[in-house]
């Protein structure tokens, strides 16, 4: 995808729309199970179902490129194919503050393996590159602070799962509002 001219313009003039494409590492079955059993701890422990995250996943970076969906997706499925599941040990719970209560989240344990996954699938798709300062799995959003201190000594059970997918999330470039799912792609896929 690299060497694209995003001032580009259409044969009948208008400027391509430029979109934000984010691959994120989904959890295979059986880590999403375990999440699902950390799920129903939280609700117990007084977090709503509502401020659970709906899709559980891993963020990296991505590209940002004149909309054009299956041309990206196919970029992903062409560098997954040659992949391997992934393995993600997480570490401890903990969270991200924030005006409207606090994001819980399980921290990444082997953060640099995953970051040396991220800049090998972002130069094959043309994608950009950060440091990715806290790599982390989003649990739940809005949480007030008295609910974490009834759980922040609670043990999760978590310890690592296999990503053997991803989801790629999608919203026009710099927009406000949520990213929606525009595919989804296995590891070592090779039927195209």
């Known amino acids: 995808m690299a060497g694209v001219d995003f001032g580009q313009t259409d044969l009948f003039g208008a400027v391509p729309v430029r979109c934000e494409y984010y691959p994120v590492l989904l959890p295979d079955e059986a880590g999403l199970t375990e999440i699902a059993d950390i799920y129903r701890l939280l609700t117990d422990l007084g977090v709503k179902p509502s401020q659970l995250t709906k899709l559980s996943h891993v963020s990296i970076d991505g590209v940002v ?36 209560g606090l994001t819980l989240k399980l921290g990444i344990a082997n953060s640099e393996a995953i970051k040396d996954f991220n800049k090998e699938f972002m130069t094959a798709i043309g994608g950009k590159v950060t440091k990715l300062p806290d790599l982390h799995l989003t649990l739940a959003r809005y949480v007030s602070s008295e609910i974490w201190d009834k759980m922040k000594d609670t043990e999760i059970n978590l310890r690592h799962c296999l990503c053997s997918s991803v989801a790629i999330y999608k919203k026009e470039y710099k927009a406000k ?16």
Do not use: H, W
């Open 65 to 100: 490129c004149p909309e054009n969906d299956e041309r990206v997706t196919m970029a992903i499925r062409n560098f997954l194919s040659t992949q391997q599941p992934l393995l993600i040990e997480f570490s401890e719970l903990g969270y991200f503050p924030g005006r409207g």
């Open 177 to 192: 509002g949520a990213y929606q799912v525009s595919g989804k792609v296995n590891f070592g896929e090779t039927n195209f």
